[in-house]
């Protein structure tokens, strides 16, 4: 068991384009604009802000970023897995540690699901189609549904 997330956390950490971290500010969206080569468009909802990237691969990333200017969470659809490393800066550790820990296996070709007292992380998908989101807990802002992200 210890081998499998061991093998996964590897693929998912592999080179891949930067994203936003979490936990950090929205200046970082420009950055992922520039790093993929996308479109930005960015919209104001009740409660966050929300940027779309959109690359010429297909990959659209979306941002969520809070009222105090931190982005409180990620969501992914591309033809390959977003840098991990990258998307969760510090808190890629946590996520390790609950993977290596964790047993049973989810079984083939379900989603990976991870919760943590810290933050939620759910991907999913097969080659040239992988979807996903993760979010830090208490940077969802008051009156917002985790929801939003799926």
Do not use: C
Request: aromatic share 8%; hydrophobic share 40%.
């Amino acid at each position: 068991m210890k081998t499998s997330a061991a093998a996964l956390m590897f693929l998912v950490l592999r080179t891949a384009p930067a994203w936003a971290v979490l936990g950090e500010y929205e200046s970082s969206v420009g950055v992922d604009r520039q790093i993929l080569r996308g479109t930005d468009s960015e919209e104001v909802r009740q409660g966050y802000k929300l940027h779309q990237i959109t690359a010429a691969d297909g990959s659209v990333v979306k941002e969520f970023v809070s009222p105090a200017g931190l982005v409180f969470g990620v969501a992914w659809q591309a033809p390959r897995m977003p840098n991990l490393q990258q998307l969760l800066g510090s808190n890629i550790t946590e996520l390790q540690v609950t993977l290596q820990s964790r047993t049973p296996r989810p079984p083939s070709g379900a989603p990976l699901i991870v919760r943590t007292p810290k933050l939620v992380f759910v991907s999913g998908g097969h080659m040239r189609s992988f979807h996903g989101y993760v979010y830090i807990r208490r940077l969802v802002p008051g009156g917002v549904s985790p929801e939003v992200m799926r």
